[in-house]
């Protein structure tokens, strides 16, 4: 999927650091931040992908200035949204192998 062709997109963003009660975990909550709006897009039958744009400054810089994003804001990710073109497009989502998990202790 292109972002020309999304029907919507979500930008997630970010803050500078120094405004955050826990900022080493900014990147790990941005991240699942995404990763459960992709979720429920699934769950809702739609298309998404994510679009990585922090850190590389190519690419936030521009979409911040795109975004007109305030000083001390950046765009974390890119989140393209759409309907699939065919039925089975989420044939395989179910992807988890019980045998994978490991219980410590037991």
């Known amino acids: 999927m292109q972002v ?6 979500i930008a997630v963003i970010g803050t500078k650091k120094d405004n ?3 900022p080493a975990f900014q ?13 429920k897009a699934t769950e809702m039958k739609i298309g998404s992908v994510m679009l990585g ?10 979409v911040s200035k795109l975004l007109n994003l305030e000083e001390g804001k950046f765009p974390f990710t890119l989140i393209c949204l759409g309907y699939p073109l065919s039925d089975d497009a989420f044939f395989d989502k179910n992807k988890f192998k019980p045998e994978m998990v490991k219980h410590i202790g037991e």
């Open 4 to 9: 020309s062709e999304a029907n919507q997109m």
């Open 20 to 22: 955050l009660s826990a």
């Open 27 to 39: 990147e790990q909550d941005l991240a699942y931040a995404a990763e459960n709006l992709m979720i």
């Open 53 to 62: 744009t922090y850190p590389v400054a190519d690419r936030y810089v521009p």
